[in-house]
């Protein structure tokens, strides 16, 4: 069974796109929300599922941290404290992006299962990390076996007459760069 992991951004809307094209199979396409994104890429993310749903394929489907603070901003507000990637550390997206994710795959009792991640071909290192995590599933990159990079991903999406997503991170993050707050 393959599955999709949703980002909302650049790469992994042009991944389903492409997918949706080469009619690619797709049981899920799961999004872990942050509850930190901007208002334009949950609005994207509605209208990207609308899309979705119109070629064929699963509406996405969101998924959240369930612990003390359910999102990350509420973390940092509660805490008093900027996120972790402030300090060098990663646990913002292992929080409430990867774990909400895998937590979903574990209640849906998935077995045999490969996930679909959007790590274009430019970015051939973060598929190596991604590969680090022992996770419980195979990672499958299609785009970069299918050699698009980031200029082939914008091709893909405005193809399908779709706008371009904005990016996809949290509003405070403290990675944005000017031009993107």
Request: proline share 6%; glycine share 8%; aromatic share 10%.
């Amino acid at each position: 069974m393959q599955i999709v992991s949703y980002g909302a951004g650049t790469n992994s809307t042009a991944m389903l796109v492409e997918m949706v094209r080469r009619r690619e199979p797709c049981a899920a396409i799961v999004f872990s929300d942050t509850g930190g994104e901007r208002p334009e890429t949950y609005a994207y993310a509605d209208m990207f599922s609308a899309w979705l749903v119109e070629h064929g394929y699963p509406e996405i489907i969101t998924v959240q941290n369930d612990g003390m603070h359910r999102t990350l901003e509420n973390e940092c507000l509660t805490n008093k404290r900027l996120p972790s990637v402030v300090f060098g550390f990663k646990s913002c997206s292992d929080k409430y992006k990867r774990r909400p994710f895998a937590k979903w795959i574990k209640n849906h009792s998935l077995v045999d299962l490969t996930v679909c991640i959007g790590f274009d071909a430019d970015e051939p290192l973060r598929a190596d990390r991604g590969n680090a995590n022992e996770d419980k599933y195979a990672k499958r990159y299609p785009l970069i076996e299918w050699g698009m990079g980031r200029a082939e991903c914008i091709d893909t999406i405005r193809s399908a007459g779709l706008p371009l997503p904005g990016k996809s991170a949290c509003f405070f993050c403290p990675n944005s760069k000017p031009h993107e707050i």
